[in-house]
């Protein structure tokens, strides 16, 4: 049997993170250098005794362009988007001078059916009535060109989980950084899942493909493919994780304001203040300031949108007057910082903030939760809401058992990107974990 939810859609919208969408940007900035250079040698290891290499299949998807992968198996043809590669087929490792906005996809046990050579479309993870749902399947999320010293690598739990994977840069044989898992899978299905209450909604099981996994109870075995997010849980479906509507009330009632600040570019800066008005509406009013020269905005992100905007990282905003998505410009960096502060409980927090000396984190400026040091994780999520759970908790548990983006905006307190920049890095592995 199968479950989870279902979407009303065709296809499955992958909310990148907006740290990630600046590094594709920049790539697209720096002069690129001939193909000719050494690039990025990628290993592909198999450590999980449940699947033998000749089971585990790799695909180079997420991204459309073909011309933006470029690479070759080491000693044999040439990579393409879409192609379902075993990692029998990729033992002598990978040769790759360019992947930019892609995605490195393993699945277990079965090839990927809805990707093919020419046609690298995400793979399906939420929809029972598309391919690929019931197969286990993960990811990491690339940008490297051999002309951007900006390239990096992550992995990625914002949109769902599934499988254990170890990603390990090196330069001249010499370890440089490790992504990782630190709890076994059924570990994690069960701690996540229990957010959840077990909802179909977010925990999708298969009877084949599933790994046994405890449920509400020790007698109530479930076998779990994957634990969908609350940041793609289909907004047609109600949220089953806790509900963040708690903290918005509290931050209402006590007529809590944020200082929103902090600095865009070598030009730009912004400056507001968030409150939660009579209607639950998030209202931001400041400034913007490019060249010296400020101009007044007001930001308005509606009771409607709220809760499931901190969540997803990406609501619908009235900017001025206008409905729109922000982008990576000052307005996203303005809207990523109070979200970014009701995920990490930061927002009304009554703790003392080591970056500001004499000051709570609630009355910090924003910039000051993650500059000018990036704070260790226990200041964070329950650290800064010691009696409230005032946080978004899944992002809160992942961070205490792997190096994966628990949500759009860990980067601001964890270190979960790996760089690649081609003068520091010549080596890649990336190994698939044993289940335990």
């Known amino acids: 049997m199968q479950y989870c939810a279902s979407s009303r859609h065709g296809g ?26 050494s690039g990025l040698r990628v290993n592909f290891i198999n450590k999980n005794p449940d699947y033998g290499s000749a089971q585990i299949y790799v695909a180079f998807g997420g991204q459309s362009n073909p011309a933006r992968l470029v690479g070759k198996i080491v000693n044999g043809a040439g990579l393409s988007l879409g192609t379902n590669y075993a990692l029998t087929d990729l033992q002598t490792g990978v040769h790759l001078t360019r992947f930019v906005g892609g995605r490195i996809c393993f699945s277990l046990g079965t090839p990927f059916r809805s990707m093919k050579p020419g046609n690298a479309n995400n793979p399906n993870f939420n929809n029972p009535s598309l391919p690929d749902f019931n197969i286990r399947w993960d990811k990491a999320e690339i940008t490297y060109d051999v002309g951007d010293p900006h390239s990096g690598i992550n992995l990625s739990a914002t949109d769902f989980l599934s499988v254990r994977l170890k990603i390990q840069t090196y330069h001249a044989g010499s370890l440089v950084t490790t992504l990782t ?84 570019n070598t030009v730009t800066t912004y400056k507001f203040t968030a409150m939660i008005d009579s209607a639950g509406a998030l209202v931001m009013t400041g400034t913007i300031t490019t060249n010296s020269v400020p101009q007044s905005h007001v930001i308005v992100i ?15 905003c009235n900017v001025d007057g206008v409905d729109k998505h922000v982008g990576n410009d000052a307005f996203g960096s303005t809207v990523r910082d109070v979200l970014a502060g009701f995920s990490l409980g930061f927002i009304g927090s009554k703790e003392q903030n080591p970056n500001a000396p004499g000051k709570t984190f609630g009355n910090s400026p924003s910039y000051q939760w993650y500059t000018p ?61 044993p289940d335990k």
């Open 181 to 264: 898992w630190q709890a076994p899978i059924a570990t994690v299905f069960h701690n996540a899942g229990l957010l959840t209450g077990f909802s179909r909604d977010a925990v999708c099981s298969d009877d084949k493909n599933g790994v046994p996994t405890e449920g509400l109870t020790p007698r109530d075995i479930i076998k779990v493919v994957r634990v969908i997010a609350p940041s793609t849980i289909p907004a047609a479906v109600v949220n089953p994780y806790p509900s963040l509507q708690p903290y918005i009330d509290h931050v209402k009632a006590n007529a809590i304001t944020t200082t929103i600040e902090g600095t865009f």
């Open 302 to 316: 509606r009771s409607s949108e709220l809760e499931r905007g901190i969540y997803t990282a990406d609501p619908l």
């Open 373 to 433: 040091n990036k704070l260790p994780t226990k200041y964070a999520f329950q650290g800064a809401q010691p009696e409230h759970t005032f946080y978004n908790q899944y992002a809160a548990y992942l961070a205490t058992v792997t190096d994966a983006y628990g949500f759009p905006f860990t980067d601001l307190t964890q270190s979960p990107l790996a760089s690649l920049n081609p003068g520091n890095i010549d080596r890649m592995d990336i190994t698939v974990l």
């Open 12 to 37: 499955i919208r992958f909310p990148w993170k907006k740290s990630f969408i600046t590094l594709v940007a920049l790539s697209v900035l720096i002069p690129r250098i001939g193909s000719g250079e």
